[in-house]
C-alpha cells in the first residue's frame, strides 16, 4: 500500500462570495506519478472544477501537494480518487469534479472521473 504520510497539507482562504454559486477550474498539465507495476512513469493532466462555498484552494499549495506523488506507486484510479478526498476535506466545496487524463501508454488512453458532492445536511 501507498504511503501518503509525506504529503503537505492543501491550503486555502476565505472565499469572498460564499453565498453565490460560481465555478473554478484549475488545469494541471504536468502532473506525474509511477505505475505500480512496472515502476514507469505515469503523465497525465488533472483538472479540477469546483464551487467553493466557504473556502477555496491555495494554488502554490497545491501545486507542492501535486508534486509529492511524483515518486509515489499508485494506480490512476487511486490516485484520482484519493486527490479528490483531499481536496473535497480541505476545502469543503459545495460539488467537486476531478478529472485524469492520462498519456496514452501501449496504446490505451485512460480518462478518470470522479465526483464530490457535499451533503445537504451540513
Known sequence: ????????????????????????????????????????????????????????VELKSLKYYL????????????????ILDDFAKACSPRWAVLESRWTPRGGIATVVTCRYQASTTE
Open 67 to 82: 508534486m509529492a506523488y511524483r515518486n509515489k506507486g499508485i494506480f490512476y484510479e487511486h490516485i484520482t480518487n484519493k
Open 1 to 56: 500500500m501507498t504511503d501518503f504520510s509525506d504529503l503537505p497539507e492543501l491550503e486555502t482562504f476565505e472565499n469572498q462570495y460564499p453565498q453565490r454559486e460560481y465555478e473554478i477550474r484549475i488545469e494541471c498539465p504536468e502532473f506525474t506519478s509511477v505505475c505500480p507495476k512496472t515502476g514507469l512513469p505515469d503523465f497525465g493532466t488533472l483538472t479540477f472544477t469546483y464551487s467553493p462555498l466557504g473556502k477555496c
